[in-house]
């Protein structure tokens, strides 16, 4: 289920909701809180699930002390597990759009959430820039979901950047397969790049179809506030870039030792990387609302 990393995805939501609440002047309750964190945890850790469900006989080669594979547990109880997990996070989604506000919108970017986690899991994760953009669009669509009026696009925006590029670097110290060559990087790097503009794009135009021209940018959210998630991501690229510098220079290593050292870093780095969404999550809370 990998629940310690469940707590990204539901700080994700609950800072999408703060957000939504303070640039609308919308009350924050508790209950819609709750069905958030609902989503989050029962989807997050649906996704985990089925992947093992879907990966078991594959992971009877490549990873055979995953619990499925160990026997630790039986695959109908596995079945009975996602199940039951999609239950809850359908269930908090859904409740937060009919009985919190958030509206079809919400329900809209729910559907397209789950969506994307049964193509991830049965498809996408096979063609490694494909996964590698749809894990980004996992955590848009997701945060989304608890501001569905976009009032601070850059918040889910960032956690997508951050969740592709981060994943792209991992992929590669971790050298998965199939291979992500210099074209799929330039490729994802493009697609990522037009995601950004398009949705950018799109908020703007419904800003100004609905009040206008006038102080555009505030009302896009460009201002100081954008100052510390911006300080945040500058802390973490630095980070990494002095990782992998690091590995570039390691000696008296092997080449299998070596290997065996970047696929550790990459691992880490994923683990450290998806945690540090947290830290962005409380930078969009301070930068907008001052908390």
Request: hydrophobic letters at 55%; aromatic letters at 12%; a positive charge.
């Amino acid at each position: 289920m990998r629940v310690p990393l469940a707590v990204t995805a539901i700080s994700n939501a609950q800072a999408g909701y703060l957000l939504w609440c303070g640039t609308t002047e919308r009350e924050w309750r508790i209950g819609a809180a709750l069905a958030l964190a609902a989503m989050s945890l029962g989807l997050y850790c649906f996704g985990m699930v089925s992947n093992d469900i879907i990966d078991v006989r594959r992971d009877r080669y490549l990873a055979p002390n995953r619990p499925l594979v160990a026997g630790r547990i039986g695959m109908n109880e596995a079945w009975w597990l996602a199940g039951g997990l999609l239950g809850l996070g359908l269930t908090g989604g859904i409740l937060f759009t009919v009985e919190f506000g958030g509206g079809w919108a919400s329900l809209l970017l729910v559907a397209w959430t789950v969506l994307l986690i049964f193509f991830y899991n049965l498809m996408g994760k096979f063609v490694g820039a494909v996964g590698i953009l749809t894990l980004g669009l996992i955590r848009f669509f997701h945060a989304a979901t608890a501001q569905p009026s976009m009032g601070v696009l850059w918040h889910p925006l960032l956690l997508m950047d951050h969740v592709v590029v981060l994943s792209v670097v991992c992929y590669i110290l971790e050298r998965k397969r199939p291979h992500l060559g210099r074209a799929h990087r330039w490729t994802v790097g493009l697609i990522l790049l037009g995601l950004n503009l398009l949705l950018i794009g799109g908020v703007a135009t419904a800003i100004w179809w609905r009040d206008g021209w006038d102080d555009l940018p505030r009302r896009m959210g460009l201002g100081g506030e954008l100052l510390w998630p911006g300080i945040a991501a500058a802390v973490f690229a630095a980070f990494v870039f002095a990782t992998v510098l690091a590995l570039r220079q390691e000696e008296g290593l092997s080449n299998r030792g070596l290997v065996e050292r970047q696929r550790r870093t990459g691992r880490k780095l994923m683990f450290f990387g998806l945690l540090w969404l947290i830290v962005y999550d409380v930078a969009f809370v301070y930068g907008f609302l001052k908390l």
